[in-house]
């Protein structure tokens, strides 16, 4: 069946596949280069020897961020965000596209970084990125090594250096890990816009800063190993040590646990939900013309259908809700459907998309009005339910509401704005004083995908987002009611709000903040979240 030459190829073939196994990728070989580098020059050692160290808090450590700080040796997820974030889908395929090329040429080399930079930022405003402060922040602490994070905390002054952008990193070492300097590509820009083109290093204005701040101290390096010797950057050349940090290092490293943050992630903004990596993306691509199907099925039953028609449809759909209440709050809904009494409820939810009020109203099977602080035309035209904009001003808002509660049920959501990390945010005390019996509604999302909330794009978006989720979730718990206020005292309207916070915060495992709808904006947004037409009221 074979040919007759067939074992003499055979044979042939085994021999050079040994011959460049053994001659290349022999593991002893590998390691005697290694050991060999570490003799040779004293200056340079094993990174797990630096970890016993107790001496680092009065030296300078310069670090490489994506050789020594991150786990995943790849740059292409963090430069798709910014494509997709900071320009649009088209710009991602694009991006997506190019991936073999970049592959070929090297992430980490030059040329590959050059065409991700160009496909990313071509054309993009530079006043206008902020993905480096309100996106990217929250995927590289989610892969930040905790025993690298460990080392640089006990160090003294801290020195950042990569081959990102500056404005991709940053935000997040100076905010969120507390680094002293930041060394990173520059862009060049024309009229304001990104041409999506590095500057030269040797013209890069912050080396020569940084040098002249740490020629005269103690510097420690810590870099990835190469058997070039390349370390990265010239700022390595006044290290009197360098640690070299090895891939099979990185492999037994644990990601960074939220609870041992530097400074807690409680805002980011973004579409994606999670790490773009090439198959996540491809994925999400192969999506998307599936997700615009499905949104307009879920959007009409949702809209046009009887709850009784409407809710199968969803759940077949993937659509997932399930809401859980207290014996006595259902008792005593029953009763109050029965005889209902002059006022309607007041229900008090925390905020986490714009369907909340909507899908209390569903999972109740109820009509409810619902009061906002901010939205766009067109969520309102296409509400099923009754919505009423507040103006922000204390005595109008107060009245509006007295009102609507003497028509029926009202649905009030008094942290102003959605927040996606599990935190609450202050509690404004209005709701208080609006009736006598108020229940809380504790409310919670998941998403695989896309996230239904933004700061800083197309809030008339969100609905469509939430519901292009392969499977969106939403988990409702309402709690037992709570009195409100009739004599309307001054201290005491705090005293409730913050009651309800913590009340609804220890149902769900989430931390009450003091943090507000302006906190959110200033940080994510660079504005306090108002339209021109509210700020002018404002400022009247």
């Known amino acids: 069946m074979f040919p007759a030459n067939f074992s003499f190829f055979k044979t042939l073939f085994i021999y050079f596949l040994s011959f460049f196994l053994t001659k290349y990728c022999n593991p002893k070989i590998l390691r005697r280069s290694l050991s060999n580098l570490y003799s040779s020059q004293s200056k340079y050692q094993k990174y797990p020897s630096l970890s016993h160290r107790s001496d680092l808090s009065n030296k300078v450590l310069i670090f490489n961020v994506e050789g020594t700080l991150l786990k995943s040796p790849s740059l292409f997820p963090y430069f798709m965000l910014v494509a997709f974030e900071g320009g649009s889908i088209l710009r991602a395929f694009i991006l997506f596209l190019l991936y073999p090329l970049i592959c070929l040429v090297g992430e980490d080399r030059e040329m590959g970084l050059k065409i991700m930079v160009m496909v990313s930022f071509f054309g993009v405003k530079k006043d206008s990125l902020r993905v480096g402060r309100a996106v990217l922040a929250k995927f590289y602490l989610e892969d930040v090594g905790f025993e690298a994070f460990e080392v640089l905390k006990r160090g003294g002054v801290k020195v950042g250096v990569s081959d990102f952008p500056r404005v991709m990193i940053e935000s997040f070492l100076k905010d969120y890990l507390e680094v002293d300097f930041v060394v990173g590509r520059e862009l060049k820009s024309v009229c304001g816009y990104f041409v999506g083109v590095l500057e030269d290093k040797s013209k890069n204005k912050h080396v020569l800063n940084v040098a002249e701040k740490i020629c005269n101290q103690d510097v420690v390096g810590i870099t990835r190993f190469r058997r070039s010797q390349d370390h990265d950057h010239q700022l390595f050349s006044y290290c009197k040590e360098i640690y070299l940090v090895r891939k099979t290092d990185k492999r037994s490293w644990q990601t960074l646990p939220k609870q041992n943050y530097p400074k807690a992630l409680i805002f980011h903004d973004g579409r994606l939900a999670s790490r773009p990596t090439p198959l996540a993306t491809l994925a999400l691509l192969m999506w998307v013309p599936f997700s615009s199907i499905l949104v307009l099925i879920r959007a009409v039953a949702a809209l046009s259908l009887p709850h009784s028609i409407s809710f199968p449809i969803l759940a077949f759909s993937g659509f997932r809700c399930t809401i ?206 108002f339209t021109t037409s509210q700020s002018s009221k404002k400022l009247h």
């Open 324 to 529: 859980s209440q207290p014996i006595s709050s259902t008792t005593e809904l029953n009763n109050n459907n029965k005889n209902p009494p002059q006022k309607g409820l007041l229900y008090v939810c925390n905020h986490r998309t714009l369907l909340d009020p909507l899908y209390l109203s569903y999972s109740l099977n109820k009509d409810v009005t619902a009061v906002t602080y901010s939205l766009s035309r067109m969520s309102e035209i296409l509400s099923p339910i009754k919505t009423v904009r507040l103006t922000r001003n204390r005595d109008e808002d107060g009245k509006m509401m007295e009102k609507l509660l003497n028509e029926g049920d009202l649905v009030v959501c008094p942290e102003g704005t959605t927040c996606r990390e599990p935190y609450l945010l202050r509690f404004s005390p209005l709701f208080a004083e609006m009736s006598d019996k108020i229940v809380p509604v504790a409310l919670n999302t998941h998403v695989s995908m896309f996230h239904g909330t933004t700061a800083g794009g197309l809030k008339c978006l969100d609905p469509l987002f939430f519901l292009m989720n392969p499977q969106p979730t939403y988990t409702i718990q309402i709690l037992d009611s709570v009195s409100g206020l009739s004599d309307r005292d001054q201290n005491s309207r705090f005293d409730v709000a913050n009651y309800v916070q913590s009340e609804i915060g220890k149902t769900l495992g989430f931390e009450c903040t003091k943090l507000t709808r302006r906190d959110k904006y200033l940080i994510l947004a660079g504005n306090e979240g």
